[in-house]
């Protein structure tokens, strides 16, 4: 079946720092990939649409300046945490509805643990 | 503004019995619903959908059925298993091809 892959998987930084995230479909392609971010016992938040060859669509609240997003190819999208502060501390899961499939699957990857000290 | 309620946030269930899991929504333009299921430190797992042109989609032991009137969805699990325990999750999605997701249910089958 589809998959998609988030790298890393866990990651710890000091406060300050930028992280990367990189989320990839392995056997599709994806113009269109999603992030969510998720606090402890709270539902997955829709962050931004990322879009093949264009820019982001950022939901309302969110910082786009803070969290860069570029879909560099349709197999990979990556989420940038700039100057990460403790409270950017979270669950960051992206997902991809296969390209030609109809737009109905989204396929999630395992999720990014990422802790700001 | 939350459009997709999960008002459940806990659900217990005896090995056997059926689960019912719940969730409403506000938004008429959604057209399509989710479930999916969520083990703790993973990304959620599709586990079974439903199109607004429908009421009932049955997948093995799992039913989902959608009440378009009255904004309300419902996932039926049955015989419900130990295995079964996780957090579920309803999402809903409309033009834009995006998806808002409930708060979650977790759900404990007792053994």
């Known amino acids: 079946g589809a998959v998609v892959s988030q790298h890393p998987s866990w990651v710890i930084c000091k406060s300050g720092t930028s992280v990367k995230i990189e989320c990839r479909s392995l056997?599709?392609?994806?113009?269109?990939m999603f992030w969510y971010r998720q606090f402890p016992k709270q539902s997955l938040m829709l962050m931004a649409t990322?879009?093949?060859?264009?820019?982001?669509?950022?939901e309302q609240g969110v910082e786009k300046d803070k969290f860069l997003i570029n879909h560099a190819s349709l197999t990979l999208s990556t989420l940038t945490v700039t100057s990460a502060h403790p409270e950017d501390s979270s669950f960051y899961i992206c997902?991809?509805?296969?390209?030609?499939?109809?737009?109905?699957?989204?396929?999630f990857g395992p999720g990014t643990r990422l802790l700001v000290l | 503004d939350q459009q997709v309620k999960q008002n459940s946030p806990s659900l217990s269930v005896q090995e056997g019995r059926i689960s019912i899991l719940n969730c409403d929504y506000t938004?008429?333009?959604?057209?399509?619903f989710l479930w999916y299921k969520k083990y703790p430190a993973e990304g959620p797992t599709f586990l079974i959908s439903?199109?607004?042109?429908?009421d009932k989609n049955e997948d093995g032991r799992f039913t989902v059925f959608l009440n378009k009137s009255a904004k309300h969805l419902s996932l039926h699990i049955v015989p419900s298993q130990p295995g079964d325990s996780a957090v579920y999750f309803c999402?809903?999605?409309?033009?834009?091809?995006?998806?808002?997701f409930g708060t979650g249910t977790s759900l404990t089958v007792i053994p």
């Open positions: 997902s991809a509805p296969p390209t030609g499939w109809g737009s109905v699957t989204q396929y």
């Open positions: 056997d599709f392609q994806a113009t269109t």
């Open positions: 990322s879009n093949e060859g264009s820019k982001a669509t950022y």
């Open positions: 938004n008429s333009m959604f057209d399509y």
């Open positions: 439903i199109s607004s042109i429908k």
């Open positions: 999402a809903a999605s409309g033009p834009g091809n995006q998806f808002y």
